[in-house]
Nanobody, 124 residues
Framework: EVQLVESGGGLAQTGGSLRLSCTASGFTFGDHAIGWFRQNSGNAREGVSCISTTNGIPWYAPSVKGRFTISTDNAKNTMYLQMNNLKPEDTADYFC?????????????????WGRGIQVTVSS
């Protein structure tokens, strides 16, 4: 079965850290872009970060740049999102996703395969 599974979410305090993982099964990341999105209730899903497995160039939303780091471990077919200096506004459900495009895109409509999501809560 082709799927993406997130792990590593939970509760953190303001200024704390969490690391999210996204493991692919049934396919390899290969020459695709993969990314992280987040969504709060009542808000649209927004791009957080993505990385092109073709050239390794990452993209970050301005709100997380300098605090979050995206990375991949091709041997484990896993993508990570290291989240440091967390803020209450980072509270959301986080989703990983894969797109057939080679280069990063922060448009949810470009992504065809999604994980189920994982909750991240940052307390003030």
């Amino acid at each position: 079965e082709v799927q993406l599974v997130e792990s590593g979410g939970g509760l953190a305090q303001t200024g704390g850290s969490l690391r999210l993982s996204c493991t692919a099964s049934g396919f390899t990341f290969g020459d695709h872009a993969i990314g992280w999105f987040r969504q709060n209730s009542g808000n649209a899903r927004e791009g957080v970060s993505c990385i092109s497995t073709t050239n390794g160039i990452p993209w970050y939303a301005p709100s997380v740049k300098g605090r979050f780091t995206i990375s991949t471990d091709n041997a484990k077919n896993t993508m990570y999102l290291q989240m440091n200096n967390l803020k209450p506004e980072d509270t959301a459900d986080y989703f990983c996703a894969s797109t057939p495009k080679y280069f990063c895109t922060n448009s949810p409509g470009d992504y065809g395969l999604w994980g189920r999501g994982i909750q991240v809560t940052v307390s003030s």
